[in-house]
């Protein structure tokens, strides 16, 4: 029967986890006397952000609708300088969900800002949290997300951070790039744990089974990551949302199976998904057997 495996640290990190928290308490403290919202959806994940809203969580699309009566929370991402202004300017409550890792590169970026410093932020320019982090020096990073944008680059001092989310190894390309091109690096790699690991585990495992499942909403990155990951070591690999993505027709034909997990996808979506492919499993495994001893 086929084996099913889960990746060590698979699901929410530890930021995640803490600025659900810190939503569903604020939530609660103010139900029924002010709106509340999240600075855009607080995960990328559909299931969380719909079941928040049913506990009364709007999502704020843009921070210019925000007034004076709200509660308005800063998710893990963070965000930049100017936003913390605006809550003062407008009089709206702030709680500040930012992930302590985050900040600490909002932090890093500031003070070399003040410096002087040229700051490149290796990442996606149009994630929010490279956003946030640009926000922390008058928006005046340089963002790299290639090896061919970091060719292009001037040669001249830089202070290098790194969106928490990216893979090591594309970091580092990008160094060798910048390094190759006389570029003088301060580097602070702020690329997080979490990450690092639950890329690593995912790695691990997708070399030795037959088919990777990778679970997430796809529009988060780091879910997606994993699944580049996967791809790459593994022939059969899948980018799922739920149970009814599960690529029945492959696991059928498997030995072992694989399952990773963004740091943004909930514990109870990755049991479902494990429970109801056991379950495909176990039934197919008897009418396989049932069909064999009829054959004889
Ligand atoms: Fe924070 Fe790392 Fe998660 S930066 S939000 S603990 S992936």
Redesign the pocket.
């Known amino acids: 029967m086929a084996e099913i495996k889960l990746a060590e640290n698979s699901g ?5 986890r ?2 659900i928290e810190i939503t569903e308490a604020t939530a609660e403290k103010y139900r029924g006397s002010r709106p509340v919202f999240t600075c855009g959806p607080l995960i990328h994940n559909r299931l969380v952000t719909e079941e928040l809203e049913q506990k009364g969580v709007q999502i704020l699309r843009k921070e210019e609708e925000a007034g004076k009566e709200d509660v308005v929370i800063i998710r ?2 963070g965000e930049g300088r100017s936003f913390y202004e605006r809550a003062e300017e407008i009089g709206f409550q702030l709680v500040d969900a930012t ?4 900040a600490k590169i909002h932090n890093l970026v500031r003070e070399a800002y003040d410096a002087g410093e040229k700051i490149i932020i290796v990442g996606d320019r149009l994630h929010p ?1 490279v956003r946030g982090i640009n926000g922390w020096c008058q928006n005046s990073a340089c963002i790299i997300n290639s090896v061919g944008e970091a060719d292009k680059l001037e040669p001249a001092d830089y202070f290098v951070v790194a969106q ?2 990216i893979q090591q190894s594309h970091f580092e390309e990008i160094i060798s790039k910048l390094q190759e091109k006389k570029c003088r690096l301060q580097i602070s790699n ?1 690329i ?4 690092k690991s ?1 890329q690593e585990s995912c790695k691990s495992l997708a070399r030795e089974v037959d088919l990777m499942l990778v679970i997430g909403d796809k529009e988060s990155s ?1 879910s997606q990551k994993l699944y580049d990951l996967s791809k790459k070591y593994c022939e059969k690999a899948y980018f799922i949302e739920n149970i009814e993505d599960l690529p029945l027709k492959d696991i059928e034909l498997c030995n072992k199976i694989g399952v990773a997990a963004g ?1 943004s996808t909930p514990e109870r979506l990755i049991k479902e998904v494990i429970a109801n492919m056991s379950e495909f499993i176990t039934e197919n495994n008897e009418e396989n057997l049932m069909h064999d001893l009829m054959d004889e």
């Open positions: 929410f990190c530890f930021g995640v803490r600025a893990s991402h992930c302590p890792f985050v949290e928490t989310t702020t997080c744990n979490a990450t639950r780091n740091a």
